[in-house]
């Protein structure tokens, strides 16, 4: 790709990202990282990973056993492993792969966290973007939600945890596939802009073969009185204090 198309975001802590126009990262991916409560032991997968920013936002804090990131973008792919590779990530593995075709690229049944900040529109839904890169990172061309699930079912070990973001409309689908693929729902956390308003935005956590009982956490709201929650400026933190 051209390079003068590449730049370098700051994360904090000395880290950064390279995105391009096709591929960057909006507030979804930062609360999907701070959502799935990543440890230190954890070995993640995170699927669709595009530049690599939930791994990086992971890593930067010092969790982490190891991360593989999986995009079917040759771009992303591209920009995930030159971040790696500029940071000497030694422990983050980047697949440029179909998520569906990942039997023997990724270890299967032996990893403690699936990440997947997905496609949100339907194949069907909405009007498509004439460019097939950003098409398919926002319907679901190259893969669907029960693709995403079913494959996350095998990457996990038991009790291996499964964390995704989605629109509040495709929860109902969302849960029933969970369960039907035994990741089963734990956790739950609508995001919205404001007090008052609908959400936009739904946290999910599964385990995998876990016993039922969900989960539902406090609503978290991006704005408070004009400004940033005291939640929002918490969960940004370091990359915040990257432009300061």
């Not at 990086?56 to 992303?76: C, F, Q, Y």
């Not at 591209?78 to 980047?94: D, G, I, P, S, Y």
């Not at 529109?121 to 004439?130: F, I």
Request: with cysteine.
């Amino acid at each position: 790709m051209d390079e003068k198309l590449i730049r370098r975001e700051p994360l904090g802590n000395g880290f950064f990202v390279n995105v391009s126009p096709r591929h960057t990262f909006g507030t979804d991916a930062v609360l999907l990282k701070a959502f799935s409560n990543p440890k230190k032991t954890d070995r993640l997968v995170d699927l669709g990973t595009g530049c690599g920013i939930i791994p990086l936002l992971m890593m930067r804090d010092g969790l982490l056993r190891s991360a593989v990131g999986v995009d079917i973008s040759e771009e992303a792919a591209f920009l995930a492993q030159r971040t790696a590779k500029e940071l000497n990530l030694e422990n983050f593995k980047v697949i440029n792969a179909d998520l569906k075709e990942l039997k023997g690229k990724v270890e299967f049944g032996s990893n403690t966290l699936v990440t997947c900040n997905p496609p949100y529109k339907a194949p069907n839904a909405g009007l498509k973007n004439p460019d097939s890169t950003v098409r398919a990172a926002r319907h679901e061309t190259a893969c669907t939600l029960e693709d995403i699930v079913a494959v996350s079912a095998k990457l996990l070990q038991t009790a291996g945890r499964f964390c995704v973001c989605h629109r509040p409309e495709r929860l109902t689908e969302l849960f029933i596939l969970m369960h039907e693929y035994k990741v089963e729902p734990k956790r739950l956390r609508l995001v919205a802009q404001r007090k008052g308003e609908e959400p936009w935005l739904v946290l999910a956590e599964g385990k995998r073969c876990a016993n039922p009982g969900l989960r539902i956490e406090p609503a978290l709201y991006i704005e408070e009185n004009g400004d940033f929650s005291p939640e929002m400026i918490e969960i940004y933190g370091k990359y915040k204090e990257a432009y300061l």
